[in-house]
């Protein structure tokens, strides 16, 4: 059965560097997802991507970070000038159409650690 | 902004019990969906309802849309049941998830 995958499993970085979580969703997936769940709490919602656009955005989701699809398989979360509170585990996810017609396909995620 | 609450927190269960996990939300959603974390973090998805009740297996997951509450049942509970159960909605205004905090199930032998 067709996977999302996320790279690296795991990640450290030291604080105030930029990182790139990178994401290959399934091939005929139009919707892509990332969510973040900092240990200990609940999954939260960061963004969706849609037709090469954001689709919509969470509070979260300020200027320190920003997603690509750089070449049609890739799905890329960058955050720029990390912060030791963005140490969490990053989910990637994909659909084929709106969540609320189709389950949601979820990559194991990275971890992200921040020094 | 909507509000997920899944009860219990903890549920801890001997192999063979009936299990059930429940869910509330505040606002009106298009779906719901039960997913499952296993300790090494990974999410899997269970069941996607936006009415009634899907059976898989061992696992049952019921909605009532006017009482804005579901449920997951597990009948006859096995140690590789343990996990954490989460509950997750779409809102009718967006297609985001919003997630219930979690029920870790414990499953002894």
């Known amino acids: 059965e067709p996977e999302v995958t996320q790279t690296p499993s795991h990640q450290v970085t030291q604080m105030g560097q930029e990182v790139i979580l990178r994401c290959v969703p399934i091939s005929n997936h139009l919707y892509f997802y990332w969510y973040r769940q900092i240990l200990g709490q609940k999954v939260e919602f960061l963004v969706s991507f849609y037709n090469n656009e954001i689709s919509e955005k969470s509070e979260i989701f300020d200027d320190q970070f920003s997603v690509e699809r750089p070449d049609g398989s890739n799905f890329t979360l960058k955050i720029r000038s990390t912060k030791l509170e963005d140490s969490a585990m990053y989910f990637c996810?994909?659909?084929?159409?709106?969540?609320?017609?189709?389950?949601?396909?979820f990559g194991d995620g990275t971890r992200l650690s921040i020094l | 902004k909507n509000e997920v609450e899944q009860s219990p927190q903890n549920l801890t269960a001997q192999e063979g019990e009936f299990i059930t996990i429940n869910c509330s939300y505040s606002?009106?959603?298009?779906?719901l969906h039960w997913l499952q974390q296993h300790p090494g973090g990974g999410i899997v998805s269970l069941f996607m309802l936006s009415s009634g009740k899907k059976k898989h297996g061992r696992l049952i997951a019921t909605i009532n849309i006017q009482e804005k509450h579901s449920s997951l049942h597990i009948t006859a509970s096995h140690p590789r049941d343990s996990a954490v159960y989460i509950c997750a909605v779409v809102e009718t205004s967006g297609s985001r998830l919003t997630f219930g905090e979690g029920t870790q199930l414990t499953v002894n032998p």
């Open positions: 996810a994909s659909n084929p159409q709106l969540p609320s017609n189709q389950p949601q396909h």
């Open positions: 606002v009106g959603i298009s779906a």
